[in-house]
């Protein structure tokens, strides 16, 4: 009986020596909670994974993916003495959690190098949530539009994926070469520097596209999905469940600042105007502060070989956005040239092929602001109904509707068939 009794007894000597130490001492103390314990382990940690394009998972690699946890950390940091700015990252995956679990989607295995088909379910469940968000919240313009034009480019996405070496389809290399040659027959062979650098690198170097190229481009895109969604679905989350309460709380974490603040509460006004602007300032930064660096370094990429421009000037020929009245970016700023022959006579060369490319910031912010956003716009002002069945159409559905590189060839051929270089007679 002594055996069992002995421990106890020594146990409670410990500690009443332990109490009359810190007595003697002056030193009082309460142990600190357990919870607020466990959050000081994620204080000042940088978002090294913002732009999802150096891992998978969420916005750092040290923080936990479990709603039920952070939701338990963020509490307690909230209720300690903490400045915001030092648990902004425990913040941040915490509202990033709540989106993906409420798209149904797993922070911790999305992660862009897995490919396409790993990842293909993560980007329409992404879709369908900010759709959702439009349906729900009429005032969520930015959120309907990017799941609607986000089904056009996932689609084009697959296309590359799925058609393996697309620039070694029978004919395509020849048909974008065509074009060019055309004119070189009539002006010379000075005139095949005035055609956009995309066409003329997806004519004379697409032989030098390797899968592996493919392989990276796609990649690419799913880097790019996954940080618009990383970066903006935390504060529409924020928003419709704590509204502009919750956007302060990112302003005070050091999260963004005053602009996007002044969006929400733009958003939250309820005025028209006031609406639109704040939606425009959300899509600029989706636009140019997440991709659009990421969409330099595609354009960039094997620059010596034009690989990296040729690709994204395929996506300027074969995008078309579904909403209503918006023109295929083809159609936006199409090619043409005025110059003279050899002999000195006049000369005009007409090409239904964009003299633009998708991935240059300015010409693309151009696009999506007087036509892809005031066309939506018009929808949710004007035709909201019918634009809310539009979007209740299951996404998978939307998805598989929209694989416009399958139609390049098309478009390169009618391309052929429409280019007009026309000569003034001598005089």
Known sequence: MRAITAAPIRGRLAASVVAMMCVLLGAVTQPAPAQAATFERYLDLP??????DKSGGGVNRALPTDLGQLTR?????????????RYGALLFQYRLVQATSQAGIDLATWDPAKG???TRRNMIKGYRLYENFQINHRTLQWAGMAGMVGADFGGGTADVVLAGDIYRLPGLQPLAAQIIDKAVQVVGPGVIGEFPEGLRN???HADKITPADLDWFSKQILVMQKAIFTDLMP???????DGLRGIEEFRRAGLIDDGIVGAWRDIASGNHARVAKGNETLLRREQYDVVGWQFDNVRNYRKADGVGSALTYAMTLAGSPSVAGVPALRDFIPFTYTGRTPDGRRVRIDTPIPDWDWSRFDLRWKYVTTELLPRYQDQVDNRFGQLVAQMKVPYETQFESHRPIYNLHKILGDAVAHTRVTVAPST
């Not at 978002?47 to 999802?52: G, W």
């Open 235 to 241: 504060l529409h989350v924020a928003f419709v469940r």
């Open 47 to 52: 978002l090294t994974n913002r732009f999802a």
């Open 116 to 118: 396409f088909h790993a």
């Open 202 to 204: 997806l004519a004379y």
């Open 73 to 85: 950390l963020v509490t307690a940091a909230r209720a300690s003495d903490v400045e915001p700015r």
